[in-house]
């Protein structure tokens, strides 16, 4: 099998995501979730890494990282390499515990990042382990919502998103509570857009640019607002070029021309 080649680079947001071999446990005792916790601590000061969100689940795993220095490869073959000899060792076991090379996806803090932290804590709920995701113990959900303090963990780029700091727990464990889905399909290995009308109004938002200004603009300014929020969806938040076509009315060859100015 030929692999594709890594997304990485300096100063990246990633999800990161591994499953056991044929969907086996990798964390069966109490003893293997400490474990890759602490080998997590440990690497993410050795490499750089900054861990924004995790959920341990007993097939697999899930990440939220920043990679500072472009070391995540280095990093998740050392916690991985690290954790499956400690874990063959614990159960007198030989071959591989992780089934695969992680996946992993490149992710925009500014809205992406809640929805991928919502999608983690929520693991343990969506495969109905538990009704709340308060009551899986191995996810960071418990620092987000100020009922246990992580080390390692940093979670302020996500909180800072839900107020001010005294309501920020209160208001993040709503956002997870609500059953609104949010703009991503993180199961789908391309991180497809599944909600562009969320999208569109976060960057209005964003820009400060009304609605409907920007979907039907009218004199130079609009249209170059327009011009600009185009390139951002496309550049940024990677929209497709038939999706923008149908979300502005324009023709492709439009859309090309914006793309290309």
């Not at 990093?75 to 614990?90: D, I, P, T, V």
């Not at 005294?166 to 956002?175: A, D, I, P, V």
Request: positive net charge.
């Amino acid at each position: 099998m030929v692999w594709k080649p890594r997304l990485r680079g300096e100063n990246l947001y990633h999800h990161i995501y591994a499953w056991g071999n044929d969907h086996h446990p990798v964390l069966k005792e109490h003893m293997h979730y400490e474990e890759y916790l602490r080998l997590l601590e440990q690497f993410t000061c050795d490499y750089s890494i900054e861990v924004i969100a995790y959920a341990l689940m007993k097939t697999h795993v899930h990440l939220f990282i920043y990679d500072i220095y472009n070391n995540i490869s280095m990093f998740m073959q050392k916690l991985h390499g690290e954790y499956a000899q400690y874990y063959n060792r614990s159960t007198q076991r030989i071959g591989h515990v992780f089934g695969e090379r992680y996946n992993n996806k490149i992710v925009l803090t500014n809205l992406y990042g809640k929805w991928l932290s919502r999608y983690i804590h929520r693991q343990a709920v969506e495969a109905k382990l538990v009704n709340d995701p308060q009551q899986h113990k191995w996810t960071s959900y418990h620092a987000y919502i100020g009922k246990k303090k992580i080390k390692f963990l940093k979670p302020e780029i996500i909180l800072s998103q839900f107020g001010a700091p005294s309501e920020q727990f209160k208001y993040y464990r709503q956002f997870v509570l609500n059953e609104e889905n949010g703009p991503v399909d993180w199961e789908n290995p391309k991180l497809k857009i599944i909600n562009t009308s969320m999208i569109i109004d976060h960057l209005c938002e964003e820009l400060k640019i009304n609605r409907k200004n920007l979907l039907d603009p009218h004199g130079y300014t609009e249209r170059k607002q327009r011009h600009e929020a185009v390139k951002l969806l496309v550049n940024e938040y990677g929209l497709k070029r038939y999706e923008i076509c149908n979300i502005f009315g324009l023709s492709y060859r439009m859309t090309l021309k914006i793309l290309c100015n």
